[in-house]
């Protein structure tokens, strides 16, 4: 038989989804393991959601739409990014699809030709990798380590940039870090992609989940010039505990949502129809459940931090947004723990699964090796008791 597709077969899976499976299969299994691996909010969807698309199935709203979303969903993110982000689209400009994550797909399908440069900052998000390449084009990693906040720097954006780079993609807050750039972060690095005719992916995902009072800059709100050159992505799954529900969307402008929609059209048409309508809720309703569960988080975060900094060979620094903490584990590579020679994150992940029972994520597949990432999207007393194994783990090993 003729050989599969070179892209195809080039895709790896998600190590968050991976190290997901491997904890949901020893609980299934009946160990007593805690995970610190989810990457979605440990809350319900509020009611008044779930309520909206009850009603939608009762209305029989369970037909196509059309293909960038129900006009009523288009105007909801308008009006929400106009009130969040203070930033101005017209309901045309914005393209919704299923789910965050596709919307970056669409949004580099229509950006790239095969060849082109992406920049992406290290660490990533583990999906910005594989989409860049399941799309033909090239990541040109930029690492942005610990004593940086884990931010890039305008002098290394601009050292990065080549005649092929097309675009860069921007996380902010950041999956898998945390870090929050600030406005003057974000002007240094803008200027320097329109002045290169860079386009922006800027994934705000995670815009609402930021802690101490810090304020989050919208990037496309920072100038004409920016907003042009950039593909806003957003969506309802992490600030209104919505990942099952698969709506994400993305805001350009009129000729690249134009195109965005075209792609959508002939993939998956339109998102699911009941979904959208509980998406209108979502936005339009109330928002007090965000602000309770951006309180949990920030509390859960405090904990976290401190604790973990007093734990002798690990180490992590404080961050602002999304509600991931990256824990360094640079000195323990070299040394045993409980037999297990540990000469990268995924050996020490391992080793902590099996002889800890605590499932994290090893960062090697984000771009940092010397790293494990923790969710605290889980309760506090599960943040408590893998604290304690972890310190058992180490006590025993
Ligand atoms: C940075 C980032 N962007 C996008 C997504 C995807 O969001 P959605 O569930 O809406 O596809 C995630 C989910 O983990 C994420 O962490």
Not at 70 to 90: F, N
Request: hydrophobic content about 45%.
């Amino acid at each position: 038989m003729k050989d599969l597709s070179h892209i195809a077969q080039s895709v790896h899976a998600s190590t968050t989804l991976t190290i997901d499976a491997m904890f949901k299969q020893m609980k299934a299994d009946g160990v007593d393991v805690i995970g610190f691996g989810a990457g979605e909010p440990d809350f319900d969807t509020p009611e008044h959601i779930k309520n909206a698309a009850i009603a939608a199935i009762k209305d029989n709203f369970t037909r196509y739409t059309p293909t960038p979303g129900i006009m009523d969903l288009r105007q909801a993110a308008a009006d929400r990014l106009k009130a969040d982000c203070g930033v101005s689209y017209e309901p045309t400009q914005i393209v919704v699809a299923s789910g965050a994550k596709h919307s970056l797909y669409i949004a580099l399908r229509t950006l790239v030709n095969p060849g082109d440069e992406v920049i992406l900052p290290a660490p990533y998000w583990v999906s910005y990798r594989e989409l860049i390449e399941m799309v033909g084009a090239v990541p040109v990693i930029v690492t942005a380590g610990e004593a940086e906040d884990f931010k890039l720097t305008a002098a290394k954006l601009e050292a990065a940039i080549t005649p092929k780079t097309k675009a860069i993609i921007l996380n902010n807050p950041s999956n898998p870090t945390g870090m929050m750039y600030s406005r003057e972060d974000l002007i240094a690095l803008t200027d320097i992609c329109v002045r290169h005719d860079l386009y922006i992916i800027a994934d705000e995902i995670y815009y609402r989940l930021v802690y101490d009072g810090a304020v989050f800059t919208s990037i496309p709100s920072l100038s004409p010039e920016v907003k042009e050159h950039t593909i806003l992505v957003n969506g309802v799954s992490k600030s209104y505990a919505m990942t099952g529900w698969r709506i994400g969307y993305a805001a350009a402008n009129g000729k690249i949502a134009k195109v965005m929609s075209n792609y959508l059209s002939h993939s998956t048409s339109a998102p699911c129809s009941i979904a959208q309508k509980a998406a209108v809720a979502a936005l339009c309703g109330p928002q007090e459940g965000i602000r309770a569960m951006q309180a949990a988080f920030q509390e859960r975060r405090d904990y976290l931090v401190s604790r973990m900094n007093r734990i002798p060979g690990v180490s992590c620094i404080k961050p602002q947004g999304a509600f991931y903490v990256m824990m360094n584990i640079r000195p323990l590579v070299g040394t045993t723990l409980h037999g297990v020679k540990i000469e990268s994150a995924d050996d020490f992940a391992d080793a902590l699964l099996k002889f800890g029972l605590v499932a994290v994520v090893p960062c090697g597949g984000f771009g940092a090796p010397d790293f494990v990432r923790w969710s605290y999207a889980t309760s506090m007393e599960n943040i408590k008791a893998g604290l304690d194994r972890l310190e058992k783990f180490f006590a025993e090993g």
